[in-house]
């Protein structure tokens, strides 16, 4: 398949026209930015990273009945998707009090939570990406009640696979981020990344964070906790 014309430059990926209108080609950088791209810099070989643990993650999810955008893998930082219209949310899935939940109910970060919380964000960098509830999504129409009712199952079950995935590599995964979109033909798949940038993953006997949270903190060994993970996941 051809890689024609550049359709989006994104924060941490570009995304590119295909000679297949269903089809684009997505293209990770290795740039990150944190506080709505207030903070920058680059995170050597995080392209590489995020874009062979997100289709790695991606596979395992599609085996157990999660629809995602995956097509296929073109190079270290070039993977073939699914063409789809993004419902504009940021759907937060939390195991475990840590970031912007502990900060708003003065919670300390740690703190187990009694059940799966899910959280939704309004995608918009002017705004600050703000938190809204089903109501607001409702009287927005940025996703219809059955799409919302889908986007929770698939949510938790996300959280569910993943949980179990990354126990057995010592690996807390204390909250995520998902995106999901639509397909030409309307079918609702899970969308953009899973990996350390838009996860918290800690390590279940030290604590130590595993994620982008040490570039956001300015914790040092960065490039090290993208490794690390990396290494547990996919042996590399
Ligand atoms: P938060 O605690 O800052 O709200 O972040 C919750 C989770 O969402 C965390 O795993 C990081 C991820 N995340 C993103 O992927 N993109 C974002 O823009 C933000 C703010 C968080
Ligand atoms: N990627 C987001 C930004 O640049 C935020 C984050 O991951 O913390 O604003």
């Excluded at 799409?147 to 698939?154: G, L, P």
């Excluded at 010592?170 to 996860?199: Q, R, W, Y």
Aim: proline fraction near 3%.
């Amino acid at each position: 398949m051809k890689k024609l014309e550049q359709l989006y430059e994104g924060k941490a990926k570009k995304v590119f026209a295909t000679d297949d209108p269903s089809i684009v080609m997505v293209d990770y950088k290795d740039d990150a930015t944190a506080f709505n791209g207030l903070k920058k810099g680059t995170i050597e070989g995080k392209g590489v990273i995020n874009n062979r643990m997100t289709n790695f993650l991606m596979k395992m999810l599609e085996k157990n009945g999660v629809p995602t955008h995956f097509v296929e893998e073109i190079s270290d930082r070039e993977t073939l998707v699914k063409r789809v219209t993004i419902v504009p949310l940021e759907v937060i899935v939390r195991n475990v009090a840590a970031g912007s939940l502990s900060k708003r109910l003065g919670l300390p970060e740690g703190t187990p939570l009694r059940r799966t919380v899910l959280e939704y964000c309004y995608k918009n960098d002017e705004l600050g990406d703000p938190m809204v509830n089903e109501y607001h999504i409702a009287a927005m129409g940025w996703a219809d009640d059955a799409t919302m009712k889908q986007i929770a199952a698939y949510a938790l079950k996300v959280n569910d696979l993943l949980v179990r995935y990354f126990r057995p590599l010592n690996i807390d995964l204390i909250d995520f981020k998902l995106e999901f979109g639509h397909t030409a033909d309307g079918t609702l798949v899970l969308a953009d990344e899973i990996s350390p940038d838009t996860c918290r993953f800690w390590d279940s006997k030290t604590h130590e964070k595993l994620d982008k949270d040490r570039f956001r903190r300015d914790l040092g060994g960065v490039e090290e906790a993208y490794q690390e993970i990396s290494h547990r996941l996919m042996g590399e």
